[in-house]
C-alpha cells in the first residue's frame, strides 16, 4: 500500500485517486462490453477490435495479449475479452501455455 503522508508531511491524494479511477474504469467495462455486443450483432458477428486481433495472429501466432494491446492501443483488458469471445464463438484456439503456446485460427 502507499504511503499518503510524504517526508514533508503533506497529504498526496494520489494514491487515491488512482484507485478510484481503476473502480470506475472496471465499472465502466460493463457498459462498453454491452455496447460492442449490440455492434457485433449488427456487423455480422466479429467487432472491429476482433477482426484486428484475428489480423495480429496471422501475422505472429505467438503473440501476446500485451503485445496486441500495445499495437491496436487498447487496454490489455478489452484485448484479453475479445480474446475470450473469439474462442467461446470457435474462431481461434489457443495451442499450448500462455507463456510459450500459440493462437490458431480455425
Same mark, same amino acid.
Given at each position: 500500500? $502507499? ?11 494520489? *494514491? ?13 467495462? $460493463? ?8 455492434? %457485433?450483432?449488427? /456487423? #455480422? #458477428? ?11 495472429? %496471422?501475422?505472429? =501466432?505467438?503473440? @501476446? =495479449?500485451?503485445?496486441? =494491446? $500495445?499495437? +491496436?492501443?487498447? *487496454? ?5 475479452? /475479445?480474446? @475470450? $469471445? +473469439?474462442?467461446? %464463438? #470457435?474462431?481461434?484456439?489457443?495451442? #499450448? ?10
Amino acid at each position: 500500500m $502507499q504511503k499518503s503522508h510524504n517526508s514533508s508531511g503533506m497529504i498526496d491524494c494520489r *494514491p487515491f485517486i488512482d484507485f478510484m479511477l481503476d473502480v470506475i474504469e472496471n465499472a465502466m467495462y $460493463q457498459y462498453v462490453d454491452s455496447a460492442s455486443d449490440a455492434e %457485433k450483432n449488427r /456487423n #455480422g #458477428g466479429l467487432s472491429e477490435t476482433e477482426k484486428e486481433i484475428i489480423s495480429l495472429i %496471422k501475422e505472429n =501466432a505467438h503473440v @501476446r =495479449a500485451f503485445e496486441m =494491446a $500495445q499495437r +491496436l492501443l487498447k *487496454p490489455v483488458r478489452t484485448i484479453e475479452n /475479445n480474446l @475470450r $469471445q +473469439l474462442k467461446e %464463438k #470457435g474462431v481461434i484456439i489457443r495451442i #499450448g501455455s500462455k507463456k510459450t503456446g500459440y493462437w490458431k485460427i480455425n
